[in-house]
């Protein structure tokens, strides 16, 4: 059973950066691949990155690439997501996501474990 939870969500200003932090525990995180979603009021959650905790290759989606980031610290058993020239569209819940599984997937289905979520506010 793997515990997650989230922190580093808040207000920031377009164009600001935030970077989220995602503390694991309960598991051998070696065979886990973890993810950040996203789910805005009325719509589907939406993968927004992810990494294999023991390889460190990681997947961002077409969204965010080249303005966010996915890295992981072994040390801290802590997954990050660095959001850099953060747009109002970015507004939403950000959670994190872990799966027993080798594959970066981007459907949420595929992750067993979830954090309770952090709300990131742009303001315009």
């Known amino acids: 059973q793997v515990q997650l939870v989230e922190s580093g969500g808040g207000l920031v200003q377009a164009g600001g950066s935030l970077r989220l932090s995602c503390a694991a525990s309960?598991?051998?995180?070696?065979?886990?691949?973890m993810a950040w979603f996203r789910q805005a009021p009325g719509k589907e959650r939406e993968f927004v990155a992810g990494?294999?905790?023991?390889?460190?290759?990681?997947y961002v989606a077409d969204s965010v690439k080249g303005r966010f980031t996915i890295s992981r610290d072994n040390a801290k058993n802590t997954v990050y997501l660095q959001m850099n020239s953060l747009k109002p569209e970015d507004t939403t819940v950000y959670s994190c996501?872990?799966?027993?599984?080798?594959?970066?997937?981007?459907?949420?289905?595929?992750?067993?474990?979830w954090g309770q979520g952090t709300q990131v506010t742009v303001s315009s």
């Open positions: 996501a872990a799966g027993e599984t080798n594959t970066i997937y981007t459907q949420a289905r595929s992750y067993d474990y």
């Open positions: 990494i294999r905790w023991s390889a460190g290759n990681t």
């Open positions: 309960g598991g051998t995180l070696s065979r886990y691949t």
